[in-house]
């Protein structure tokens, strides 16, 4: 496959808006967009080889293939691959993909000031589990590497922390940054280099929706089904944060 030089993609938002009837309503919205993969990196949030929750493992198991196809076809596109697997990023200290990063010079990045609504359900929620299993005591964690269903390789990028990732971006002229990986009410939102901070720094960032799963039970409020609770925080990104993209539309081009 040839390098492209556009990237073509439908970024879907929530909006608020009224009906006919003059009643509040949330609006989905779409856009089309143009990228260059020159100027656009994809990160790979905490896409670990194991997990404290085994029904998160096994849904993140069931994803990575699709993950690992949408890294090779973009990769071979020009776009800038970034693994993020937080709490290990010492085991991969001496790879060409970790000096990547540490070569960029450090740009400190502005604050912007973000309004930060609620969360769909309570934030002690992230910490229940749909399985049934002990609570993981540790110590440490489970996980020791990136899934081993994800290709690395040397001119990829790895890094766990916010502003390695933020130098890195200026450093290649990264104007677009897609995030996809777990969970998405937890790490995808929170992490250093996750949506919320990036948006603070004013990094264009694009969810990849069909690629990212939430951390919930269904026996704590809002009572919904796993798959309907990763929708509703999919919603709130929508609609308070950034857009978001289907991973179909780009493995098309």
């Known amino acids: ?23 509040e309503v949330w609006k989905v919205v779409t856009r089309k967009a143009k990228f260059k ?3 656009t990196a994809l990160l790979l949030c905490d896409v670990w080889d194991k997990h404290t929750q085994r029904g998160a493992e ?3 198991g069931a994803m990575v293939p699709r993950m690992n196809r949408l890294v090779r076809h973009l990769r071979r596109k020009g776009v800038l691959i970034i693994h993020s697997p937080s709490d290990v990023i010492d085991r991969y200290k001496d790879t060409p993909a970790r000096k990547n ?9 502005k604050e912007i000031p973000h309004d930060d609504p609620a969360l769909p359900w309570d ?13 993981w005591k540790g ?15 040397d001119e990829d990028a790895i890094s766990a922390n916010g502003r390695e990732v933020y130098s890195l971006l200026a ?23 996750g949506i ?9 960032i694009t969810l990849v929706r069909d690629l990212t799963d939430g951390i919930y039970s269904p026996s704590k409020p809002p009572y919904v089904s796993h798959d309907e609770g990763t929708q509703l925080v999919v919603g709130y990104i929508e609609k308070f944060w950034c857009p978001t993209v289907h991973s179909e539309e780009m493995l098309k081009q």
């Open 37 to 39: 993969p020159g100027e």
């Open 1 to 23: 496959m040839k390098k492209s030089d556009t990237l073509n993609v439908t970024l879907r938002s929530q909006v608020l808006t009224r009906d006919k009837r003059t009643r």
């Open 58 to 60: 096994a849904r993140l």
């Open 123 to 135: 934030k002690d929620v992230s910490t229940t589990t749909d399985t049934i299993e002990p609570k």
């Open 101 to 109: 990063v540490l070569a960029a010079p450090p740009v400190e990045p």
């Open 139 to 153: 110590p440490g964690y489970p996980w020791t590497r990136e899934n081993p269903g994800i290709e690395i390789r």
């Open 196 to 204: 919320k901070q990036m948006v603070k720094w004013g990094v264009d």
């Open 171 to 193: 450093a290649r002229g990264v104007k677009h940054l897609l995030i996809m990986g777990v969970h998405t009410n937890c790490c995808i939102l929170h992490r250093t280099f």
